[in-house]
């Protein structure tokens, strides 16, 4: 990896963990105690939940580890394996994307940075090995990086946030 990519990695961590920092320490907005909740507010609290469920599937649907269980494929080169991670990714996504309407700015950034975070990495691992390589030596950098890398585990800090969130509404 050169050190360009490393750099675009590593500000690309930062801004993830930044963006959950800011997602965990947002207070959330305080209802007034006496007052009884609106009819709109009753209605709408169940599909906030939902929506943040589904955003901590999705997060956890494209962590690398799971995306790899679920999906590998021996036979094929690394760039099919490749292909099929993306498109993965990509149809979790855009099945996810309408929960945006229910969740925080800050949760759905996270989870928009998470999966081009997720992308970008199987991209850079996909393009280091060489042209006859198969899916088991992507997964086997992939792996590697998720094992040794601290960073290789955000999407756990994108699902602890999300659900922090969640808590917040109950």
């Known amino acids: ?13 930062i801004f993830i963990i930044g963006s959950v920092l800011i997602l965990v320490k947002k207070k959330p907005v305080s209802a007034n105690k006496t007052s009884t909740p609106s009819s709109s507010a009753t209605q ?5 939940l939902q929506a943040y469920e589904r955003l901590s599937l999705l997060a956890d649907r ?4 799971n995306l790899i269980v679920r999906l590998n494929q021996s036979g094929i080169s690394a760039r099919e394996m490749q292909l099929i991670y993306i498109q993965a990714i990509r149809q979790e996504f855009e099945y996810n994307i309408t929960q945006q309407i229910y969740v925080s700015a800050e949760s759905w950034e ?13 991209h850079q691992f996909a393009n280091e090995l ?3 390589a198969g899916s088991a030596d992507l997964n086997k950098l992939l792996l590697e ?6 960073k290789g585990n955000l999407h756990e800090l ?5 659900s922090e969130e969640a808590r917040k509404l109950l």
């Open 1 to 13: 990896m050169d050190i360009y990519s490393a750099g675009f990695i590593i500000s690309m961590v």
């Open 44 to 48: 709408t609290l169940p599909l906030q």
């Open 62 to 65: 494209i962590a690398l580890p």
């Open 110 to 122: 996270a989870v928009k940075t998470l999966k081009d975070n997720t992308q970008l990495i199987i």
């Open 130 to 132: 060489p042209e006859d």
């Open 145 to 150: 990086y998720v094992m040794n890398d601290p």
């Open 158 to 162: 994108v699902s602890n946030a999300i």
